[in-house]
């Protein structure tokens, strides 16, 4: 029994990409608060080091998204 891959869907890449960033924002905004709350040396560390891999995160992921509009105008040639 061999099991095929399941086709490629690249329809709706576009809204789980936008809802990754949406979410991604979210908790860039939750951890910010937390950051001005503590007073936990080491902790704002980890904090501000998650920060800024957010913001790499959010930058791919924006450049991602254009690439897949710009396929879903092209009709995904």
Same mark, same amino acid.
């Given at each position: 029994?061999?099991? /095929?891959?399941?086709?490629?869907?690249?329809?709706?890449?576009?809204?789980?990409?936008?809802?990754?960033?949406?979410? @991604?924002?979210?908790?860039?905004?939750? @951890?910010?608060?937390?950051?001005?709350? @503590?007073?936990?040396?080491? +902790?704002? /560390?980890? *904090?501000?080091?998650?920060?800024?891999?957010? *913001?790499? #995160? *959010?930058?791919?992921?924006?450049?991602?998204?254009?690439?897949?509009?710009? #396929?879903?105008?092209? +009709?995904?040639?």
């Amino acid at each position: 029994m061999k099991n /095929k891959p399941n086709p490629d869907d690249r329809r709706d890449n576009v809204e789980k990409i936008q809802y990754n960033i949406n979410h @991604t924002i979210s908790n860039y905004r939750e @951890t910010k608060d937390m950051i001005n709350k @503590t007073d936990d040396p080491e +902790q704002r /560390k980890q *904090l501000e080091a998650k920060q800024k891999r957010r *913001l790499q #995160a *959010l930058e791919g992921m924006r450049s991602e998204i254009r690439e897949e509009a710009k #396929a879903r105008e092209n +009709q995904f040639k």
